[in-house]
């Protein structure tokens, strides 16, 4: 019985551990989650004026479109509203003397169906958009064209509020940016600079242009007026051309990327950037100056916007170095939004993540089904041949003393006397003996021992007796019948 209940506990083992391969076990509940993030939003800066050259007719207008279709579909900004922010321009008349209302419908062309747009010109309406629009109701991208009329004022706004922008872009926001001044660049990357110069032929499209954004040379041939130089972070070279002509320099035109992340006060990063549901995740922010001055004692808090496990909050606090880790997990797939706030040096901050959670890889970890020969060892059922050690069934034959038992159905010969009792008739007094001997077999006990069949009774027995019989009265006869020869001989 004992490997009867081994052999089912290691078959119900192993069927545990098959079951638990596939996943079918649930796990036990992690009070911990992780947040991943694509490394920031698409950018493109140039050294342009496609804007103001459109106006021209030098075709300028294409790569215009292009840059917009490519830098808002790839926008990741989360809850956004679908549109473009056009800063620093009308809605009327922008730089240039361009006719926007005639223009912006070519600009929009290459789309299948042209995104609403909005307009912040004003230093009023600028400010407005840097105080509310960008936080609680924030574009898909932000466009700033290129305009020879724009006012020192409003570039001023650019590069009062560079943070804001480098926040959008860091939570995945896109960015379009032609000719300006670029100080709100430089506010961001100190050693980044911005030279006026070019329109000296080209320029091309790199590997990264083209890779990033589709680019090629037929697009952003252009006259074009600046070019960037010094520390540009982890901004790439889109588009390029030697500068001054015949020189074997080669300056950067434009630059930007697919996925950028800006220098902040605030920044988030998120590992892995393609996490499997049921695995951790992990979202550090770090809270400093633009000079790189940690911002210790900073409460960070990180809410759920959107996706799987929407509303949970998670809170953690900056070190000595600035930094607060906090790690998350979920079950489900899809698409979710993590937001982190902070208040860093007196100033709001709201810097947000988009994570695409991948299934779970129960199936690959399944392997433990593989493992799981475990079912094979369950050969303990062919270990079983101890069942036939087991005769521990064969001990089962005790029920057969019991019918062996029985035989006081056996013992039923009692009425034999009865019929034995017969022979009392023929008078005989050597066969009243006889019934001595009967009782005596019905008085034995079988209980101890068998004798097997018993003899027969009735009938056969009288016969047996009348013979008997027969037989001495036969030799008594011979016996007289020879006494009476003698004794006519003597005489």
Request: aromatic share 6%; hydrophobic share 35%.
């Amino acid at each position: 019985m004992k490997l009867v209940r081994r052999n089912f506990a290691n078959i119900f083992g192993a069927a545990l551990i098959f079951i638990g391969g596939l996943g079918l076990l649930p796990s036990a509940p992690r009070n911990i989650a992780l947040a991943t993030g694509s490394g920031g939003g698409p950018i493109v800066l140039d050294g342009m004026d496609p804007a103001c050259h459109a106006v021209y007719g030098e075709g300028t207008e294409n790569y215009i479109s292009k840059v917009l279709n490519s830098v808002y579909s790839q926008s990741l900004m989360p809850s956004n509203n679908g549109k473009i922010a056009i800063l620093g321009v009308g809605s009327s008349v922008g730089g240039c003397g361009s006719d926007w209302a005639t223009q912006l419908p070519i600009f929009l062309s290459s789309f299948e169906t042209a995104p609403e747009t909005e307009f912040f010109n004003t230093e009023a309406e600028i400010d407005a958009f840097f105080a509310t629009n960008i936080v609680s109701d924030p574009p898909r991208m932000i466009w700033i064209p290129d305009d020879w009329g724009r006012s020192a004022a409003i570039h001023g706004k650019f590069t009062t509020n560079a943070e804001k922008l480098a926040d959008f872009v860091n939570s995945g926001g896109g960015l379009f940016s032609s000719y300006n001044t670029y100080g709100w660049l430089t506010a961001l990357l100190p050693d980044a600079v911005f030279n006026n110069g070019g329109c000296n032929g080209g320029p091309d499209a790199t590997t990264d242009g083209t890779t990033d954004f589709g680019l090629t040379n037929a697009d952003v041939v252009a006259c074009w007026h600046g070019y960037f130089t010094g520390d540009l972070g982890g901004l790439k070279t889109l588009a390029e051309w030697e500068y001054p002509t015949g020189s074997s320099t080669i300056v950067a035109v434009s630059i930007g990327g697919g996925e950028v992340s800006l220098p902040s006060s605030f920044t988030l990063t998120i590992s892995p950037e393609n996490p499997n549901a049921g695995e951790d995740l992990t979202i550090t922010a770090v809270a400093q100056t633009l000079d790189g001055t940690p911002q210790e004692g900073v409460t960070v808090t990180v809410t759920v916007s959107s996706g799987p496990d929407a509303g949970q909050v998670f809170t953690a606090t900056t070190d000595a170095s600035g930094i607060a880790t906090i790690t998350v997990r979920t079950e489900s797939e899809g698409s979710a939004v993590y937001t982190a706030t902070a208040t860093v040096a007196g100033v709001e901050k709201t810097v947000s993540a988009t994570v695409s959670w991948n299934p779970p890889t129960t199936t690959t970890e399944a392997p433990t089904t593989t493992e799981a020969p475990t079912t094979t060892e369950a050969p303990t059922t062919t270990e079983a041949p101890t069942t036939t050690e087991a005769p521990t069934t064969t001990e089962a034959p005790a029920p057969v003393p019991v019918t062996t038992e029985a035989p006081p159905t056996t013992e039923a010969p009692a009425p034999v006397p009865a019929t034995t009792e017969a022979p009392t008739t023929t008078e005989a007094p050597t066969t009243t003996e006889a019934p001595e001997v009967a009782p005596t077999t019905t008085e034995h006990d079988h209980s101890s021992h068998d004798h097997g069949t018993l003899p027969s009774t009735g009938n056969s027995t009288d016969s047996k007796f009348l013979l008997a019989i027969i037989m001495i009265n036969a030799g008594i006869l011979i016996i007289g019948i020879s006494s009476i020869r003698r004794k006519a001989v003597s005489k």
